[in-house]
C-alpha cells in the first residue's frame, strides 16, 4: 500500500466513524425539508426524485452491492487536465467509502492509448471505446478556447466521438459532461431540448444549439447530468457518488478531500 492508498484507507475509517447520517452539504429541497446530498439541490418539484418501490429480495440487493458502479472517464488530445483528473480522483476514491466496488477507467473513441492534454500532460494505459461496459460516462472539456488547437472543436470536426457518444446511449447509462465537454454532448444531439449547462464562455452557442440553459453548478435530468466549467467536475462527480453510491459516501470523499461541495444541483422530475 503506498502512501496516499494509506491515507485514504485511514481516512475512510475516520470518516466511517464520525460522518455517518451527515448530510454532505445543506439541501433545499422543493418541500422545503432537509435531505442528504452532495450540495445544495433546488428539485424542479416534489416529484424530483420518484418515490422508492417495493424493496428488493436478498439476490437482488447482494447483486447491486457486489456489482461495481462502472465509470468511464472519456480522453482526447487538448483534454483539460482538472475536467478529467478531478472526476478520476473522487470516484476512485469512492472506493473506499461505498458500498460496493467502483471500476473507473480512461477510454477514447479514437482507439488512442496515449493523449496529450491541454498543459502538456501524457496519460498512457487509455482503454478501449466500451460504453456498453459502463454505467456513467463522463465526458470533460478543454480547447474550445482554441479553434486551431486540439480539444472539444477538433473533436467536433472530426466527428468521431460526436457519432460515438450519440451511438452510446442505451437504458442503464447516465451521459455526463462538465465545461465545454457538453458541448461533445451537443454535437452529438444529445443536449437538444434538454436542461443542461456548461462553462460560461460556452453557454451561448449551447443554447443555440437548443440546450435548455439553467442556472446551476450541476444538471440531473436523469441520463443526463451537466455542470458547469472546469472545477464544476468535482460538484459533478460528488452528486454522481450521492446518487450511485448513496449520500454518506459523498460526505466521507468532502472529508478526506477537505473540499465541500458548492454551487446549486438542479434536478428535473425525470431525474431517476
Known sequence: MNRRQLLRATTALGAAGTLGGTAAGSVAAADGSAGAAAGPVAAADASARPAAGPAAGPAVAAAETTRPLRVHVVMFDGVEELDFAAPYEVFSAAAFFAPRPVDVRYVSAS??????????????????WAPDEADVLVVPGGGYARRDSPGVWAEIDRGTLPRALAAAVRPGLTVSALCT???????AGLTRSRPCTTHHKAKPDLGQQGGLLKDARVVDDGDLVTAGGVTSGLELALWLVSRELGPDAANSLETMLEYEARGTVRTSPRAD
Open 111 to 128: 482507439g488512442a492509448r496515449t493523449v496529450t492534454a491541454a498543459y502538456g500532460t501524457i496519460v498512457r494505459g487509455i482503454r478501449p
Open 181 to 187: 465537454g457538453v458541448m461533445l454532448l451537443s454535437a
